[in-house]
């Protein structure tokens, strides 16, 4: 098997985010560069009382029928995003063959707001209070569960908890399973949903949160020098692979191919990253050897860029050390927020739309960078750029990192020609 024949096809995009609720909505409010942070009514009087908020969508009418009222928040998100990602793919479960489509969505912690609610009733009311279906709403595999019964796909069906690696590690097991046979159509991604106050408060307290209540539009700043905290945010994103060959057979529309993903753990903290990299640079090394790429052909980097200080600074060594060549850096978290277990698959979403509109979004609110930080950020506005390869980085407490590969798809779906690749086993 070629390496070309390893790619997988991203034939279908499906977002909910907080910078919109459609794929134009959201490619023009991350172009735009603007954060979406926003004071929250149900953060009043917290010390940080914001964050960045899904609107202007009704979620129970886009998930629609009588099964709304099972679903928490995140698998609400989760559904409407594999809806429309199956929809794009042009897709459908009535016609498709279910026992051989997985579905595979990370989450992170799962229905923690309904799991609040459960434990005031107990308080309030006693064991009568609760109610039966607490569990089956707050469990995090709750969202693969649903998006698997609404789309009749009787494949695997997994939810792999990386923290905020999750969405990217969801779309790395979904490629495992295609390269393997084991399944024709995989819908991947990830969805978190706990901008809440027990969540916000602990992320407060931990000092992973920026403190800027003043100011919250100018938050969340990855890589800047005055960078002091991430700013929680939520949503989802799906997205529908494929085998190339078997989208192109179909007369499906690959709009980029997953050349390769990689992994590698820190073994070094429950919250705080390798300051060496360690874990990030054996993730992207291993991405780039499954792609079959040498690191001065990457041409972008979306990066994880949360906007804390130690992530930021670690991430910036890595990218440095392993790119001397300096590809275009965003980081969506500038105007995004940090969407936690759904972070990797949004991310992962935008780097298809770079590949497809050869347009880097700018990162939010970064005015200049530490002494240090040798890298090519993409400030102020987007910048024209025609990227051929381009990696997705994502990292998450418990030392995960998980990097993702993509590459451009040329018209019939082919990526473009390329002379030096080699057979693999």
């Known amino acids: 098997m070629t390496r070309v024949d390893r790619d997988v096809a991203v034939t279908g995009l499906g977002l909910v985010t907080p910078a919109g609720s459609d794929e134009h909505t959201f490619w023009e409010g991350l172009c735009a560069g603007v954060s979406m942070a926003r004071g929250c009514e149900e953060l009043a009087g917290l010390p940080v009382d914001f964050g960045c908020p899904v609107v202007g969508i009704d979620l129970d009418e886009a998930v629609g029928g009588r099964a709304v009222w099972r679903m928490a928040r995140f698998v609400k998100m989760a559904l409407v995003a594999a809806r429309r990602a199956v929809a794009d793919a042009g897709l459908s479960p009535e016609r498709w063959d279910g026992d051989r489509v997985g579905v595979v969505l990370g989450v992170g912690v799962g229905g923690v707001s309904v799991l609040v609610d459960n434990v005031r009733r107990l308080d309030g009311g006693g064991a009568g209070a609760v109610s039966p279906l607490l569990v089956p709403m707050m469990m995090p595999n709750a969202a693969a569960g649903e998006v698997a019964i609404a789309l009749r796909a009787h494949g695997p069906s997994l939810a792999p908890a990386t923290a905020c690696a999750s969405g990217a590690t969801a779309l790395a097991l979904a490629r495992d399973l295609l390269l393997d046979g084991r399944c024709d159509v995989v819908v991947a991604g990830g969805a978190e949903a706990v901008l809440t106050p027990l969540v916000v408060s602990a992320f407060a307290g931990m000092g992973a949160l920026s403190l800027r209540t003043g100011d919250p539009s100018g938050a969340s700043r990855p890589f800047a020098a005055d960078r002091d905290g991430f700013v929680v945010g939520e949503g989802a994103a799906v997205l529908v692979l494929e085998r190339t060959a078997d989208a192109l057979a179909r007369g499906g529309r690959p709009r980029a191919l997953l050349a390769g993903a990689g992994s590698g753990t820190d073994a070094h903290h429950p919250t705080a990253p390798d300051p060496d990299g360690g874990g990030a640079r054996k993730a992207v090394e291993a991405a780039l050897s499954e792609a079959g790429w040498a690191a001065h052909e990457v ?127």
């Open 299 to 425: 041409d972008h980097i979306n990066a994880h860029g949360t906007s804390t200080v130690l992530n930021d600074a670690m991430e910036s060594a890595v990218i440095s050390g392993l790119f001397p060549h300096r590809p275009s850096v965003t980081a969506p978290k500038g105007v995004l927020g940090h969407t936690l277990a759904a972070a990797g698959a949004i991310e992962a979403a935008a780097t298809v739309l770079t590949l497809e509109h050869g347009l880097v979004p700018p990162i939010a609110n970064l005015d200049s960078l530490p002494d240090g930080f040798a890298l090519d950020c993409v400030v102020k506005e987007p910048r024209i750029q025609r990227v051929e390869r381009a990696l997705s980085h994502s990292f998450g407490f418990g030392g995960h990192n998980v990097v993702l590969a993509f590459r451009r798809a040329d018209a019939d779906g082919r990526p473009p020609a390329d002379p030096g690749v080699l057979a693999v086993a």
